[in-house]
């Protein structure tokens, strides 16, 4: 097969005589810098687009190489073969098998030509800045060290202080990422992308800055996204009351009307879920109303079918409500039905518990019990497993009982972990979870470029770290091995409190027969002492979430092993 290094035009004798004398490689930089021609290089370019849009990837290579042969700072060649590389990674993942090797072959003759050139181009602030962004999409750690010499070179390249402030990220460095983002903020104020970004930093170091730079983003960018997604993820972060959120939300959909700005849509549900469990829940009824009647961005067609769903769902609510305030149980019973509980809905407990108490107030406190059971299983949060222990009193079931039955209900759901091939990162022996039967086990997959997986650690390891318990393992195998020369730095830097795996690859974890069927990262999962799935699908990004990991790991380590 032939090569796309084949081609690239040779040194001129002039250059071989001076390398013989004994030219440096400082030298060979300046001449190489004074012998530019931009006019080749611009239609050596040109010619390797158009054998990209014919996917004659090789050749295309070639024309790439000679364009930066004949200027090596010539951005433009240096952004094609970035982008080459990168639709080889695109090859790799979705391509007939068959067209793997050719992508390998062309990615790794791109490694080795840059791995050329910047020694070639000692002095080369484009080398050097080309090289810092091949090794990002690389996932490798010294992408920093020729991204520094670049910005150096011109403190005004926004696009790599926006690669600096990710690579420190992704780093496990927040106060190097901020700093970063902040650099690209100060290069245009009114560009809402980056003040957004630089804002967005600070919430790991200055949680009360980034609350009222939020703030002021929104107010300072009223016709844009960014604006809005300041504000949502306040109302999100939650600080204060349900009311205080409300107050936020209730901001966001007037500031950013839903019907123009997606993260306005976003957050609508989330206020109707606020609302209903509210002093006021009319308030869920009239915004529903108000949604059906003109129909956010977000989900199209299907936005004021989906409000016509909860429009229904909070009548009912109130109407159930107000029949049992009236002592009206029979007409509270034949209501329920009507009323869907969405797991994942804020509004969940609220609903489940006024199930049970319709179904109390109508003499069935048997379904009442079970209803509630079902429920605690999923969320054994204190307030829930409290209220099902009184309902259990009803129906002559004793503390201790009820525990034994959400044991039960817990293993019934329960199913075995798959046997994935695990390694230790440090010596890759490998790693069961039968190493760990008797222990409550949590596993995390995810990957360092991952940004909600990042965004989820602090707030998982807030929970490890407070439970210091011995029976509790936090194991973290990376999904991505080709990302794994990132994990060691990611790993000491935060000084999380997992233990990082290797995995075989990304297809045996989503393999179908015998993998976990991981759709994405992060992806967790709570194996209890019995080395069984307890619990998974779940994310950590907020304080309810962190409450609900708690309850669910203190849940299985108060169950004994052989149970």
């Known amino acids: 097969m032939t090569s796309i290094s084949e081609g690239v035009p040779v040194r001129s004798p002039v250059r071989l005589a001076l390398l013989w004398l004994g030219g440096t490689v400082?030298?060979?930089?300046?001449?190489?810098?004074?012998?530019?021609?931009?006019a080749k290089a611009k239609a050596a370019v040109d010619s390797g687009n158009g054998l990209v849009k014919a996917q004659q990837w090789e050749p295309a290579g070639r024309a790439f190489f000679a364009a930066v042969e004949a200027d090596p700072e010539y951005r433009p060649a240096?952004?094609?073969?970035?982008?080459?590389?990168?639709?080889?990674?695109?090859?790799?993942?979705?391509?007939?098998?068959?067209?793997?090797?050719?992508?390998?072959?062309?990615?790794?003759?791109?490694?080795?030509?840059?791995?050329?050139?910047?020694?070639?181009?000692?002095?080369?602030?484009?080398?050097?800045?080309?090289?810092?962004?091949?090794?990002?999409?690389?996932?490798?750690?010294?992408?920093?060290?020729?991204?520094?010499?670049?910005?150096?070179?011109?403190?005004?390249?926004?696009?790599?202080?926006?690669?600096?402030?990710?690579?420190?990220?992704?780093?496990?460095?927040?106060?190097?990422?901020?700093?970063?983002?902040?650099k690209a903020?100060?290069?245009?104020?009114?560009?809402?992308?980056?003040?957004?970004?630089?804002?967005?930093?600070?919430?790991?170091?200055?949680?009360?800055?980034?609350?009222t730079e939020s703030f002021e983003l929104a107010r300072r960018f009223p016709a844009s996204e960014r604006g809005a997604q300041a504000l949502?993820?306040?109302?999100?972060?939650?600080?204060?009351?349900?009311?205080?959120?409300?107050?936020?939300?209730?901001?966001?959909?007037?500031d950013f009307p839903p019907q123009k700005f997606s993260w306005a849509s976003s957050g609508a549900p989330l206020l109707f879920d606020l609302y209903l469990r509210s002093n006021n829940p009319q308030r869920a009824v009239t915004l529903a109303?108000?949604?059906?009647?003109?129909p956010p961005l977000k989900d199209g067609a299907g936005a004021a079918k989906q409000w016509k769903t909860r429009e229904r769902l909070a009548q009912g609510y109130v109407a159930i409500t107000d029949k049992l305030k009236?002592?009206?149980?029979?007409?509270?019973?034949?209501?329920?039905?009507?009323?869907?509980?969405?797991?994942?809905?804020?509004?969940?407990?609220?609903?489940?518990?006024?199930?049970?108490?319709?179904?109390?107030?109508?003499?069935?406190?048997?379904?009442a019990y079970e209803t509630l059971l079902d429920w605690t299983v999923l969320q054994p949060l204190t307030d829930n497993v409290s209220t099902l222990k009184s309902y259990g009193k009803k129906v002559g079931r004793s503390d201790t009982q009820v525990e034994s039955d959400?044991?039960?209900?817990?293993?019934?759901?329960?199913?075995?972990?798959?046997?994935?091939?695990?390694?230790?990162?440090?010596?890759?022996?490998?790693?069961s979870l039968s190493d760990y039967r008797g222990k409550v086990v949590l596993v995390s997959f995810w990957y360092p470029n991952c940004g909600p997986c990042r965004a989820e650690f602090p707030h998982i390891d807030s929970v490890v770290r407070g439970m210091k318990n011995p029976d509790l393992v936090y194991l973290a195998p990376n999904g991505k091995p080709e990302e794994d020369g990132l994990v060691g730095t990611f790993v000491d830097k935060t000084g999380y409190a997992f233990t990082p795996l290797r995995v075989k690859s990304t297809e045996a974890i989503m393999d179908e027969?015998?993998?976990?069927?991981?759709?994405?990262?992060?992806?967790?999962?709570?194996?209890?002492?019995?080395?069984?799935?307890?619990?998974?699908?779940f994310m950590v990004q907020d304080g309810q979430a962190e409450a609900l990991l708690k309850a669910r790991i203190e849940t299985l380590l108060r169950d004994k092993a052989g149970s």
């Open 513 to 537: 027969p015998k993998g976990l069927k991981i759709r994405g990262f992060p992806s967790n999962y709570i194996i209890d002492r019995e080395g069984r799935i307890a619990y998974q699908g």
């Open 26 to 38: 400082l030298t060979v930089g300046l001449l190489a810098s004074c012998s530019n021609d931009v």
């Open 406 to 431: 959400l044991a039960s209900a817990r293993t019934a759901q329960s199913k075995p972990f798959p046997l994935t091939e695990l390694r230790d990162f440090a010596t890759s022996k490998p790693v």
């Open 78 to 182: 240096h952004a094609a073969l970035r982008a080459l590389w990168l639709e080889q990674s695109v090859r790799l993942t979705f391509s007939p098998e068959r067209e793997h090797s050719e992508a390998k072959r062309i990615q790794g003759e791109i490694d080795a030509k840059y791995a050329a050139w910047i020694v070639k181009y000692l002095n080369s602030p484009e080398v050097a800045r080309a090289y810092g962004m091949l090794l990002q999409s690389k996932s490798d750690p010294r992408a920093s060290e020729y991204l520094l010499k670049a910005v150096a070179h011109d403190p005004k390249d926004v696009e790599v202080w926006r690669m600096l402030s990710r690579v420190s990220d992704v780093n496990g460095d927040p106060v190097k990422a901020s700093e970063y983002a902040h």
């Open 326 to 367: 009236a002592g009206d149980a029979r007409g509270a019973r034949s209501l329920i039905d009507g009323i869907t509980v969405d797991p994942r809905s804020e509004s969940a407990p609220l609903l489940v518990r006024l199930k049970a108490q319709a179904l109390s107030a109508a003499g069935d406190n048997q379904k």
């Open 185 to 211: 903020a100060l290069i245009d104020p009114n560009n809402a992308d980056d003040q957004y970004y630089y804002v967005g930093s600070l919430y790991r170091i200055d949680k009360a800055r980034w609350r």
């Open 232 to 254: 949502y993820w306040i109302a999100v972060d939650g600080d204060g009351d349900d009311e205080g959120r409300i107050a936020v939300y209730e901001q966001l959909l007037r």
């Open 289 to 294: 109303t108000s949604m059906i009647k003109n």
